[in-house]
């Protein structure tokens, strides 16, 4: 007879494992779900009948509160730590380690035998995940490593944070532990379910929000009004529905016990609502009761789908890298940032503008509001002006009081008549503040008169240029670990690093196009054909094999097509021979146009002369 098991993983590379690895033992039925903490509640009280639940970390001791099904937890073992130690031992970033205690013990062993001093911040439970983040960020650390209630934590704060994931070992030990389990309880398990859904069938929306605002309840009219599934409303924050629930809730902690009635209107997923919230004076688990009426006249937002409200929002601690240059534009960020000055951001493809964008939103006095991003490029310009100045049936985002930051990449797909219409609104004191991106420098637009110069003038002193990767290739190291982290969590590998020559003679020698997307795309490229725990030439090659590339060089009046037939390095020279040709082999010149100095110009000359 068959163990059926129900297998949540906290994150997607452990499903794969976990499917294959099921797959090699005859006496497992598994059924694997992705799902991380509260999100797992709906899927463990489906009511199907299974054996044993098999998951880990904070996630089975959320599960085993809400279940009477045995619960087995995979275990990080001493493989698991020490593949992710050897990933990060060479990093220049101050790192630490947050966990309960089996994995600081284990920490502390492993990081002992490599000779690695990293600081370890152990919890007893994951309510004391956020204090323990807070008093790391203090210290000075910039990334953290944990499971993934802490790297999810620290992501909401505006950090990054590297998975410890679980290894072939871990799984195997745990399935061992499922069969014991299973053996010792097959004539007494309980018969039945735990079921907590309650049906509702009334209009009114209704949610129960704990003292931070998170959802511990919401009815299936409250999922229709606020455009969210019922089945994963439960453990979200209503401030990642909208920011302006944080400014109702406080507002209803000042004034007591009394119901908050909010006479604004309010758009949400299906239109206006009005909003009632009541703290109950015998309140026993909940501290907030929210009911939401949605009005006769209301009608769902036409142009409500064309912009990003930014829920997770990036901070500076999310830029990744140790170089002069990007520390320096990190810091002219932060100072613009602390000022009430729209901001210009220019920078290549792949460059991080909308990185810079969040960090700068999160670092302002507006980061307690909404920031939402707006891609011109996109949006025809009814769409533009609708959006942002409203229409008949909805209001304009520089008309609400929770926007606080509206992002317009691609500035220049923004026509002068709109740039003078929110000029106009800019200098009448617009409660939002406006951030702009493009990927020319500001000149050059004036000069091709896709700009209006009073517009562009309110820019004249908070302009921000970000380096492209050519110029900060010392950067690259750090980069490809925190990528390597993320593929390894998505898809369940160990990969713990780049061989030196790969890092050295080959990515540092690029002059990446497309900057850090591009890097990204080379790069799980290589890991999708790694199967040890390093990227080796090998991989370095084949992974390079697999990429095709698109790159387009910009010039002031006209964009070349490269021929992209033949390997990278092939692609490469002809950009460069281009270039030459055009500049009429003047080197200083095809530096300047490339954007890169003359030493790395003459090494590349140098190399295609000798192969």
């Not at 605002?213 to 089945?231: C, E, M, P, W």
């Not at 009430?340 to 990185?355: F, H, N, Q, R, Y």
């Not at 290589?526 to 090659?541: P, R």
Request: charged share 20%; with cysteine.
């Amino acid at each position: 007879m068959k163990i059926k098991v129900l297998a949540i993983a906290p994150y997607p590379g452990l499903k794969g494992l976990l499917e294959s690895m099921a797959h090699e033992d005859a006496r497992i039925e598994m059924d694997i779900e992705v799902a991380d903490l509260q999100n797992a509640i709906p899927i463990v009280n489906r009511g199907q009948p299974y054996d044993v639940i098999l998951s880990r970390g904070g996630t089975s001791s959320v599960i085993r509160s809400h279940v009477s099904t045995p619960v087995v937890d995979i275990p990080v073992s001493g493989y698991d730590i020490l593949r992710v130690l050897t990933l990060v031992k060479d990093s220049t970033t101050k790192l630490a380690i947050i966990g309960f205690p089996n994995i600081c013990r284990g920490a502390a062993a492993v990081s002992s035998l490599l000779d690695f001093a990293i600081p370890i911040y152990s919890i007893e439970q994951a309510t004391e995940v956020h204090a323990a983040l807070k008093k790391a960020f203090e210290d000075g650390v910039k990334i953290v490593l944990g499971d993934a209630i802490t790297v999810r934590t620290a992501e909401e704060m505006g950090y990054n944070g590297i998975l410890i994931t679980s290894g072939r070992e871990s799984v195997l030990e745990a399935l061992s532990e499922v069969k014991r389990i299973y053996d010792v309880i097959l004539k007494a398990r309980e018969n039945g379910g735990f079921f907590e859904h309650i049906l509702e069938h009334h209009r009114t929306g209704v949610l129960a929000l704990d003292d931070r605002g998170v959802i511990r309840y919401a009815n299936q009219a409250a999922s229709f009004l606020l455009g969210y599934d019922n089945a994963v409303m439960r453990g979200m924050n209503v401030t990642g529905i909208d920011p302006v629930w944080g400014r109702y809730l406080d507002e209803v902690s000042r004034s007591g016990p009394s119901p908050l009635d909010q006479n604004k209107t309010k758009w949400f997923h299906k239109g206006k609502l009005k909003i009632e919230i009541v703290v109950p004076s015998m309140a026993t688990g909940h501290t907030y009761l929210v009911y939401m009426y949605p009005l006769e006249d209301s009608v769902k937002n036409p142009i409500s789908s064309a912009f990003e409200i930014t829920d997770r929002i990036a901070t500076f601690a999310q830029v990744i890298g140790s170089s002069m240059i990007i520390q320096q534009t990190i810091k002219r960020a932060k100072a613009l940032a602390q000022t009430d000055k729209p901001i210009w951001i220019v920078g290549e493809a792949g460059s991080g503008k909308t990185l810079f964008a969040h960090s700068i939103h999160s670092a302002s006095k507006q980061s307690g509001d909404g920031l939402y991003v707006l891609p011109c490029n996109t949006l025809t310009e009814t769409e533009q002006e609708s959006i942002l100045f409203g229409s008949d049936t909805a209001p304009g985002l520089l008309d609400m009081d929770s926007v606080g930051t509206i992002c317009l990449q691609q500035i220049q797909h923004v026509s002068p008549l709109l740039q003078r219409k929110l000029l106009n609104a800019m200098q009448a004191g617009a409660h939002a503040r406006i951030l702009v991106t493009s990927l020319l420098p500001i000149h050059t637009l004036v000069k091709k008169e896709a700009m209006d110069k009073d517009f562009v003038q309110l820019f004249v002193d908070s302009s921000l240029h970000l380096p492209p990767l050519r110029d900060r290739l010392e950067d690259i190291g750090e980069i490809s670990r925190v990528l390597i982290a993320n593929y390894n969590s998505r898809h369940g590998k160990q990969i713990v690093g780049i061989r030196q020559e790969v890092l050295e003679e080959d990515l540092m020698q690029k002059l990446w196009p497309g900057n850090i997307h591009q890097l990204r795309t080379v790069l799980e490229s290589m890991l999708m054909v790694t199967s040890g725990n390093y990227i080796g030439s090998k991989e370095a090659k084949e992974g390079w094999s697999k990429v095709k590339e698109t790159l387009l060089m910009e010039d002031a009046s006209h964009t070349v097509p490269i021929n992209l037939s033949g390997t990278w390095e092939d692609i490469e020279k002809r950009v460069l021979w281009e270039i030459l040709q055009k500049e009429g082999m003047n080197q200083s010149k095809t530096a300047n146009r490339l954007g890169i100095n003359r030493s790395t110009l003459w090494r590349k000359l140098k190399n295609m002369l000798h192969n």
